[in-house]
């Protein structure tokens, strides 16, 4: 079988892409899958930023160049993740052509279960790129407003660059937010709502991804439902178990949302949805 390519895009910058990436692909490779995750903001690499990474003796941007192989550039994070990050000199962002990531995906999906492509943010031709090649866009946005209507605006990007959009995954939400309702203009499933959580900052500045760091914090339960949903599958039921606790633990809005039919408290949207993404069998 070969891996299945997820893209994590946005409308607007900063609405919590990075950490979805991240922590989907952590919860992923939690599974037992293989999972690489790829830096794909080539103007302003930022996945370091947050996670410690090992790196390899190559970057993104040097197979973007045609100077490296892929799996050269394949450099490794806390979690059980494989990664892929870009140069920080300026000069690497000339050298990289876009449309070579095409080639890398390839390569990546005969190495990997999972391929998680984290993108910039905006409508340029480094976020077209992946959306056109993944498998299943993962579009990211927070509740307000604004983040909202740029998310409808990739939406229709990722449907004319011929992109299959998964669903809509709700970041930094918190109490009186009515997660139905933000996404009725937008035709597409609710993936997922992670509540706001002072662990994803805390995890950043520890290098590790939330569903490592603080494993059974809000929003790292929330990441594992996601990742699992993401795979067909339900999180093993030691944290199923925790979950209700840690639901209490992010308040009584919280527990609103997961009493709502088809919100994150029913067992496998997804599951119901697509039939999983992936399947419901793992490596083999
Ligand atoms: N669930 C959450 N709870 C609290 N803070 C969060 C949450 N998710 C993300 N953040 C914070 O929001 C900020 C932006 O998150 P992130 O870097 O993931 O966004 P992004 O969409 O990747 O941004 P960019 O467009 O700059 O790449 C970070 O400071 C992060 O710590
Ligand atoms: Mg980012």
Known sequence: ??????????GKGGVGKTTTAVNAAAAMAESGRSVVLVDYDLGMANLGAVLTV????????????GDAETLDAVG?????????????????????DPSKLRDVAADLREAYDVV????????????????????DVLLVS?????????????????????GEVAGLVLTRVSGSV???????????????????DGGVADSEEAGEPLVVFA????AAQSYRELGYELLGESPPLSFQ?????????????????????????????????????????GKD
């Open 76 to 96: 490794s994070a806390p979690g059980d993740l494989d990664v892929m990050v870009g140069g920080t000199d300026i000069e690497d962002f000339g050298r990289a």
């Open 142 to 162: 927070t509740p307000q407003g604004a983040a909202l209507e740029n998310t409808a605006k990739t939406l229709a990007l990722a449907e004319r660059v011929g």
């Open 241 to 281: 178990n925790d979950d209700e606790e840690a639901s209490a633990a992010a308040g009584a809005a919280l527990a609103e949302v997961a009493d709502e039919p088809g919100t994150r408290g029913s067992p496998s949207l997804l599951s119901r949805v697509t039939g999983g993404l992936l399947g419901s069998n």
């Open 1 to 10: 079988m070969t891996g299945h390519v997820f893209a994590v895009a946005s």
């Open 178 to 196: 009515d997660t139905e309702d933000s996404v009725a203009d937008l035709d597409v499933p609710l993936l997922g709502s992670i509540p706001e």
């Open 116 to 135: 998680v492509v984290d993108t910039g943010g905006g409508l340029s031709h480094d976020t077209t790129v992946p959306l056109g090649l993944a498998d």
């Open 54 to 65: 090992e790196p390899a003796a190559a970057t993104l941007h040097d197979v973007l160049a």
């Open 215 to 218: 494993e059974e914090s809000p």
